[in-house]
């Protein structure tokens, strides 16, 4: 147990749909990321948020956006959603905002939200 | 997005048998990561490297951080049928706050 929660573990819905993903960081850490792995694919990196301020964002789509509430848990919100957005959603959280030095970079993964849109 | 290269893609080993993975990027980092990902499950964290040219290990895993700073590797030794899953490596450069991730190496192991 990585200490990462992340809910709903499974969410299905339909196209045009919008729907909110919640993840709880490790006890101390204040920097969450958020990443979608299609199936068979690699992790592609969406954004980043250290202590409630957003501090780096990937390919993350217009109809995607997110917040870093000041209880430090997270919300990706996904909006119109697309067959294409049926993916695995992980939410990860380190100490620090991911500047290198020991045990500030590390980052530890949650279980993920499968998200299934029919 | 941008990714670091990961070889082998796959490969199929003996129970018993020493692993070896790198991964090598065309940019220097100050961090590599190493994880192990089961089907539908999240990456869990094996080893963390923090400088060039260290070596740590975590039960049978070892792991270097190369002398170039372009480079990490992963050993396994005396492999095991459990260590069957997805092994991804990620690198943290200087000043930005992205991780890239490699393109995994998938391990299968044969009893």
């Known amino acids: 147990d990585s200490g990462v929660t992340q809910t709903p573990k499974h969410l299905i819905t339909a196209t045009g749909q919008r729907v909110t993903l919640r993840c709880s960081p490790r006890s101390g850490d204040l920097s969450v990321y958020w990443y979608q792995q299609s199936l068979d694919q690699g992790l592609q990196f969406l954004i980043q948020?250290?202590?409630?301020?957003?501090?780096a964002k990937g390919n993350i789509l217009e109809r995607f956006s997110a917040q870093q509430f000041p209880d430090l848990h997270s919300e990706l919100n996904l909006s119109s959603l697309e067959l294409g957005d049926s993916a695995l959603y992980f939410c990860?959280?380190?100490?620090?905002?991911?500047?290198?030095?020991?045990?500030?970079?590390?980052?530890?993964f949650g279980p993920g939200t499968r998200l299934t849109v029919l | 997005g941008q990714q670091l290269n990961q070889s082998p893609q796959s490969m199929f080993i003996q129970e018993g048998e020493d692993v070896s993975m790198n991964c090598t990027s065309s940019s220097i980092f100050n961090t590599w990561l190493w994880y192990k990902q089961d089907p539908g499950e999240g990456p869990v964290l094996l080893i963390a490297?923090?400088?060039?040219?260290e070596l740590t290990s975590n039960g049978r895993l070892t792991a270097q951080f190369g002398i170039t700073r372009k480079d990490s590797f992963l050993n396994i030794s005396a492999s095991i049928p459990s260590d069957v899953g997805i092994y991804f490596c990620a690198g943290l450069g200087s000043g930005t706050y992205k991780y890239i991730f490699g393109t995994g190496t998938r391990l299968k192991v044969l009893a």
């Open positions: 490297l923090y400088k060039a040219g």
């Open positions: 948020y250290y202590n409630g301020e957003e501090r």
């Open positions: 990860a959280s380190s100490v620090g905002p991911s500047t290198s030095g020991r045990y500030r970079a590390a980052q530890y």
